[in-house]
T-cell receptor, first 117, second 112 residues
Framework: DSGVTQTPKHLITATGQRVTLRCSPRSGDLSVYWYQQSLDQGLQFLIQYYNGEERAKGNILERFSAQQFPDLHSELNLSSLELGDSALYFC????????????????FGPGTRLTVL | KNEVEQSPQNLTAQEGEFITINCSYSVGISALHWLQQHPGGGIVSLFMLSSGKKKHGRLIATINIQEKHSSLHITASHPRDSAVYICAVRSEAGGGADGLTFGKGTHLIIQP
């Protein structure tokens, strides 16, 4: 158990719908990362938050958005869903090796499996 | 060409064999991660390297920054080592931007 929790475990929805995935980082971790794993693209970095602020963006679509709340949990919002959005969505958390510096090891949550029908 | 290339893509070996998985990358990095993903989908961090060599139990990871290459070795392999092993790099961008770039993974099967 990494200490990172994600809900829900599974989500089945229809095209055009909107869903919210939730992540609670390990206690004390300030950085949260969202990753998408699909069969054709593999694992891809979506977005990173650090202590409530967006720090880095990867291959995140405009239909997707995220935020990190004061209690450090994070939500990933996916809207206008398409069949191709079906994937495993992982959240990871880490602490910086020093304040404002690069992170150490990343700890991954169990993932949310999204199926868009 | 992917920024992170792994080889082999698939590897089947007998229990007890010494296993090597390779990772090459084409960008400047500040760290390299080796991850393990089991059939259930969960991802476990095995190592984070920025230089040299690290060992944990039967697992050894090495990195050569000049050659932009890393290897993951498994000694005395066991069927429970069967999993997908993924190499991932953190770019030199700095500023605390730490999103990883991943290889496609090596699917390892250890037969009893």
């Amino acid at each position: 158990d990494s200490g990172v929790t994600q809900t829900p475990k599974h989500l089945i929805t229809a095209t055009g719908q909107r869903v919210t995935l939730r992540c609670s980082p390990r206690s004390g971790d300030l950085s949260v990362y969202w990753y998408q794993q699909s069969l054709d693209q593999g694992l891809q970095f979506l977005i990173q938050y650090y202590n409530g602020e967006e720090r880095a963006k990867g291959n995140i679509l405009e239909r997707f958005s995220a935020q990190q709340f004061p209690d450090l949990h994070s939500e990933l919002n996916l809207s206008s869903l398409e069949l191709g959005d079906s994937a495993l969505y992982f959240c990871a958390s880490s602490v910086p090796t020093w304040a404002g510096g690069p992170s150490g090891e990343q700890f991954f949550g169990p993932g949310t499996r999204l199926t868009v029908l | 060409k992917n920024e992170v290339e792994q080889s082999p893509q698939n590897l089947t070996a007998q229990e007890g064999e010494f296993i090597t998985i390779n990772c090459s990358y084409s960008v400047g990095i500040s760290a390299l991660h080796w991850l393990q993903q089991h059939p259930g989908g969960g991802i476990v961090s095995l190592f984070m390297l920025s230089s040299g060599k690290k060992k944990h139990g039967r697992l050894i990871a090495t990195i050569n920054i000049q050659e932009k290459h890393s290897s993951l070795h498994i000694t005395a392999s066991h069927p429970r080592d069967s999993a997908v092993y993924i190499c991932a790099v953190r770019s030199e961008a700095g500023g605390g931007a730490d999103g990883l770039t991943f290889g496609k993974g090596t699917h390892l099967i250890i037969q009893p």
